[in-house]
């Protein structure tokens, strides 16, 4: 097995550690999170955000000034510039 190779597997391990810990949050914050896969930068900070309760935040501020937060917007424009890529290999 070539060091690449070994590598590969370890990057691989590693991502599937991450996600297994964020899933692990979602679960201690009782909720769950059910989406479909991140298509960028955006999606995956909007998740970030749920899970750590900060949606909650943004939606009290809409009710308190009356303006929206701008949230969806900025999700949409963060997926624009940083998407992710999909190897379906």
């Given at each position: 097995?070539?060091?690449?190779?070994?590598?590969?597997?370890?990057?691989?391990?590693e991502?599937?550690?991450?996600?297994?810990?964020?899933?692990?949050?979602?679960?201690?914050?009782?909720?769950?999170?059910?989406?479909?896969?991140?298509?960028?930068l955006?999606?995956?900070?909007?998740?970030?955000?749920?899970?750590?309760?900060?949606?909650?935040?943004?939606?009290?501020?809409?009710?308190?000034?009356?303006?929206p937060?701008?949230?969806?917007?900025r999700?949409?424009?963060?997926?624009?510039?940083?998407?992710?890529?999909?190897?379906?290999?």
């Open positions: 097995m070539s060091e690449y190779d070994r590598d590969l597997i370890q990057q691989r391990a991502a599937a550690d991450r996600k297994r810990d964020f899933h692990e949050l979602v679960a201690k914050q009782g909720r769950i999170i059910e989406t479909p896969a991140p298509r960028g955006g999606d995956r900070i909007h998740l970030i955000a749920v899970a750590l309760g900060l949606d909650r935040v943004a939606r009290a501020f809409e009710r308190v000034t009356g303006k937060c701008g949230c969806a917007d999700r949409r424009r963060l997926n624009h510039i940083a998407p992710f890529r999909l190897d379906r290999t």
